[in-house]
């Protein structure tokens, strides 16, 4: 259950940013007992793989701040961020010291396929609503939205890590969150299209 839970935080993180829980997963795994990766993802927390991961999420990071390019940034994420998912969560599932299940530990696979469900939903609604808030906010809104989802990502990767009992918690939080941000767009959209139409019909 506590595997299940750490895998679930750390692929929703890496729906909104890939780099950011693969980075501490390798870190912790690394550096504490929090995780006790297996030598298949020993990887992970090798130093060339943490230095490459640095590298791309300092990448994100600027990328994402800036109007249209960030959409090309997220038409790239489709295949990298639900891929991190399913791979965070198959690491932290299996990882020796997270959870006592044999289950979860022998069926790595089922880990996988939900991590790549769940950073690809989170993924397909933070990439589906950036163009419409470039659009609704002439560009201004894109980067602070962006500053959120990185502080969203990194808060919950390290929910996932040390306390993850409150993982569900933070899901709820970031749900309400995309969800309300949705919204948002949607109304914007319906009032630049009302404006469009009412300028159209003078």
Same mark, same amino acid.
């Given at each position: ?10 692929? #929703? /993180? ?18 504490? %007992? ?11 927390? &090798? !130093?060339?793989?943490?230095?490459? /991961?640095?590298? *791309? ?9 800036? !109007? ?9 994420? =489709?295949?990298?961020? !639900? #891929? ?14 997270? %959870?006592?299940? #044999? ?25 589906? &609503? ?7 906010? #002439? ?6 939205? &962006?500053?959120?989802? %990185? /502080? &969203? ?9 040390? *306390?993850?009992?409150? $993982? ?23 009032? $630049? ?7 159209? =019909?003078?």
């Amino acid at each position: 259950m506590i595997a299940a839970l750490m895998g679930t935080g750390l692929s #929703a /993180a890496a729906g909104l940013n890939a780099y950011i829980p693969f980075v501490l997963v390798g870190f912790v795994a690394r550096f504490t %007992d929090v995780i006790t990766l297996p030598e298949s993802y020993q990887w992970i927390e &090798s !130093p060339w793989a943490l230095a490459l /991961a640095t590298l *791309l999420l300092l990448a994100e990071i600027v990328l994402d701040k800036i !109007p249209a390019v960030d959409t090309v940034n997220d038409f790239i994420g =489709t295949l990298i961020r !639900p #891929a991190t998912g399913g791979l965070v969560f198959a690491a932290a599932q299996v990882g020796a010291d997270v %959870d006592s299940s #044999a289950w979860m530990q022998q069926h790595e696979w089922v880990g996988a396929i939900l991590g790549v469900v769940v950073a690809g939903g989170v993924h397909t609604t933070k990439a589906v &609503s950036r163009p419409a808030i470039n659009v609704t906010t #002439a560009g201004v809104g894109g980067p602070i939205v &962006s500053t959120i989802e %990185d /502080a &969203s990502s990194f808060t919950l990767s390290l929910i996932a890590l040390f *306390l993850p009992v409150l $993982v569900i918690g933070a899901l709820i939080l970031l749900g309400w969150g995309l969800w309300s941000m949705w919204k948002r767009v949607g109304r914007a959209r319906r009032r $630049v299209r009302d404006t469009i139409d009412g300028r159209s =019909t003078i």
